[in-house]
C-alpha cells in the first residue's frame, strides 16, 4: 500500500470493528468457549430462551464511510446459538468508499445456529459491501434473516443514487449449495421505480433455512405466507428452503417477517426485536 493510498485510507476510515464468538456443549447445555471483541463491536450475552443469544452492538452508531467490521460465529456439535443485533444499523452517506461488512458462520454437527439481526436501513449516497460465509455440517440447521430498506420513508428522505454488494455463500461438508449476488448502483431510486426490478417498492429480505428437514417443510411456509401484505416467493433446491420479501416499507416486511418467523421457528423472537 502506498503512503497516499494509506493517509487516503486514514482520512476517510472512520472505525473498525471486529467481534469472533464461540459456543460449546457441556453437559448437554449451550455456553460460551471464545469471544474476542475489538474497535466498535461489542457482544452481549443475555439471559434467558433456549440455547445461547448473541447481540453485537455497534458503539460507533452506524456505519460509515470506509469503515469496515467483521463478525464470526461458531456453533460446535451439539449447540443452539442465535445471533441478533438490538435495532435496526443505519449505513450513512458515504463520500466516496464503501463500507465493508464481511460475516462468517460455522455451524458443527447437529448444532442449531440463527443468524437474525434486525433490518439495515440505506440512507441516500450510502456505499455499502457485505460477504456472507456460512460453514455447516450436514447434521446442522442454519437459519438466517436479512432485511433491507432503501431511504427513510418515515422521514421523507428519497433514495437518489447509492451503491450496494451484498455476496452469499453457503457451505454443507465442505460443498457450496446457495450463492447468491445482489448489486444495485448508480440511480437506485429509480431502478427501484422500475416494474422490472421493484416494482416502487423499498424494503426487501431473504429467509434461508437449511437443514435436513428443510425441503419438506415448503408448503408449511406457504401456508404461513398467505396472510403476508408483502409479496413473498418460496422455494427449496439443495437441501435449502428460501423465502423473499418485498414490501413497500419496513413496517410491513416487518410485521410479516416477524410473524412468520415466530411460527415457522415455534419459538419466540430474540428479545431485542421487541425493544
Known sequence: ????????????QRSEGRVRIAVAAFAGVT??????EGGALRARLPRGGPGLEAVIVNTAGGVASG????IAAQAG????????????EKVYRSDGACADIRVRLAAEAGARLEWLPQETILFDRARLKRRYEIDLSGSSSFLSFEALMLGRLAHGD??????LEDHWRVRRDGALIFADALRLAGPVGALLARPA???GNRALATLLYVA???ERRLEEARVLLEGARSEVGAST?????CVRLLAPDIETLRRDATSFLMAFRKAPLPRVWAT
Open 1 to 12: 500500500m502506498s503512503a497516499a493510498t494509506a493517509r487516503e485510507r486514514a482520512l476517510r
Open 31 to 36: 455456553r460460551l468457549s471464545d469471544l474476542a
Open 67 to 70: 469503515d469496515v467490521f467483521s
Open 77 to 88: 456439535p451439539g449447540t443452539h446459538l442465535t445471533v441478533a443485533t438490538p435495532a435496526a
Open 158 to 163: 428519497a433514495m437518489g443514487e447509492a451503491h
Open 197 to 199: 426490478v421493484a416494482g
Open 212 to 214: 435436513p428437514d428443510a
Open 237 to 241: 433446491w439443495n437441501g435449502l428452503l
